[in-house]
């Protein structure tokens, strides 16, 4: 029996899936030319043409001089989304917080928000802050529903990809058999991607921060826990279970404390924020926040000081096992302990050196964050621009 013929593909349906095409290759791009867009796609230069015609007619793409691309000429003219093509969300629910911002289609912030809150008993009253919060903001920059591609949700700790929970009942137990994505999907009518917080920290950094230009990068973060995020080649790097860059549960010491997760001396026992502070209550100075011995220790207060520089040179060690293991070309530390800069990215990056026994290890460029409090949120934005396998036919079906 002969099988029947495949429909014929109209000029129509083609002209669509390559205008999807480029689309989707610039949004995965910090920029391109028109030959590069040609050389990439494989299709001619008077079709590339063409449909670039129509994206900029159709306001979704922009085509703009590069300075940064100039090599002793006139600088070539480089193609991205056109920003407000567009429009995404980020939330980042921390132990203490909740950020959300709207962003548009370059990551430029288009509205904010901020509650210190403790979401670790409340995980319905937060998901109904959030809610409130984008409806508020999505008003506050103008953003229709229509212009809302998605949004990207952090948590703390590692999540199962294949179900949205957080895989971990150690850090927010009450939160254990809570979908927090399909719960958010459902209240915000759009799709939500959820990721461990310290990956949307590096997946930032990465575009827009300290980590540009690197080609392997372990985001570091050090909060109220310690966790790392890794970015390959401009794409997350989650592991074959998605819990990869836990090195907040990697063992220092096996006679150190006890951790939350059963082991002994693991560093985020002895560098994460509650360790440092338990440190400073045992000197007799009881402090409330990660903050309050940020601020004693730029004051000069010596004991604030030598936890920080304890802290950094653990991260060190931590830090050179994992460029051993990785061959990272750059290290950014970030977090709310990490805002203490040289002050513990110092003795981390003399520790980190000391104990690499690669020669790339022994020069690893290690460095400050770049994006502060907004890396996790911007990071979630940052998902639902990159993450998706296609982005191109939501965004023709908005102009």
Same mark, same amino acid.
């Given at each position: 029996?002969?099988?029947?013929? +495949?429909?014929?593909?109209? +000029? ?29 796609? !494989?299709?001619? /230069? ?25 090599? !002793?000429?006139?600088? +070539? ?13 980020? =939330?980042? =629910? $921390? ?15 288009? %509205? ?9 008993? /409340? ?20 953003? &229709?529903? $229509?212009?809302?591609? $998605? ?13 949205? /929970?957080?895989?971990? #009942?150690? =850090?927010?137990?009450?939160?254990? &058999? ?22 949307? !920290? ?10 540009r230009g690197s080609r392997v990068l372990a985001y570091v973060k050090v909060a109220t826990g310690v966790g790392a995020g890794l970015v390959v080649d401009g794409r ?10 836990? =090195? ?8 150190? +404390? ?32 990660? %903050? ?19 802290? &950094? %040179? ?19 530390? !970030?977090?709310?302990? &990490? ?9 981390? /990056?003399?520790?980190?050196?000391? #104990? ?15 994006? $502060? ?27």
């Amino acid at each position: 029996m002969t099988s029947a013929a +495949p429909p014929a593909v109209r +000029p129509s349906d083609a002209r669509t899936a390559n205008l999807s095409r480029v689309l989707d290759l610039l949004r995965l791009s910090d920029g391109l030319t028109r030959a590069e867009v040609s050389a990439r796609t !494989g299709l001619s /230069r008077s079709t590339v043409s063409s449909l670039l015609t129509e994206l900029l007619d159709r306001a979704l793409v922009q085509e703009a001089p590069d300075p940064t691309r100039a090599a !002793g000429g006139r600088p +070539p003219a480089v193609l991205r989304l056109e920003p407000s093509a567009g429009a995404a969300l980020g =939330i980042d =629910i $921390g132990n203490t917080h909740v950020r959300v911002v709207v962003a548009d289609l370059g990551l430029g912030l288009l %509205a904010e928000d901020l509650q210190r809150v403790d979401v670790t008993e /409340r995980p319905r009253e937060t998901l109904e802050m959030v809610e409130a919060t984008v409806a508020r903001l999505l008003v506050q920059a103008g953003v &229709g529903p $229509g212009d809302l591609l $998605g949004a990207g949700l952090g948590l703390p700790g590692p999540v199962d990809r294949a179900t949205g /929970r957080l895989g971990s #009942a150690t =850090i927010l137990p009450a939160w254990v &058999g809570l979908a927090p994505a399909a719960e958010l999907s459902a209240r915000l009518g759009c799709d939500v991607l959820v990721e461990n917080d310290a990956n949307l !920290g590096a997946l930032a950094e990465s575009l827009h921060g300290a980590g540009r230009g690197s080609r392997v990068l372990a985001y570091v973060k050090v909060a109220t826990g310690v966790g790392a995020g890794l970015v390959v080649d401009g794409r997350l790097f989650r592991g074959a279970s998605g819990t990869a860059g836990e =090195i907040g549960h990697t063992t220092l010491s096996n006679a150190g +404390p006890v951790c939350r997760c059963g082991n002994r001396g693991c560093l985020e026992q002895l560098a994460g924020a509650p360790a440092l502070l338990a440190q400073m209550a045992e000197a007799g100075v009881e402090l409330e926040s990660a %903050a309050a011995l940020l601020r004693l220790a730029q004051d000069g207060h010596a004991g604030a000081r030598r936890v920080l520089a304890d802290a &950094g %040179a653990h991260l060190g060690v931590a830090v050179a096992n994992l460029v051993t293991l990785l061959d990272a070309d750059r290290v950014v530390i !970030g977090g709310e302990v &990490g805002r203490a800069e040289e002050l513990l990215v110092g003795p981390l /990056r003399y520790a980190a050196r000391s #104990a690499a026994v690669t020669t790339a290890g022994s020069s690893i460029d290690i460095v400050g964050a770049q994006l $502060g409090e907004r890396a996790e949120a911007l990071g979630g934005a940052a998902l639902v621009l990159r993450e998706p396998v296609a982005l191109g036919p939501a965004l023709l079906a908005r102009r």
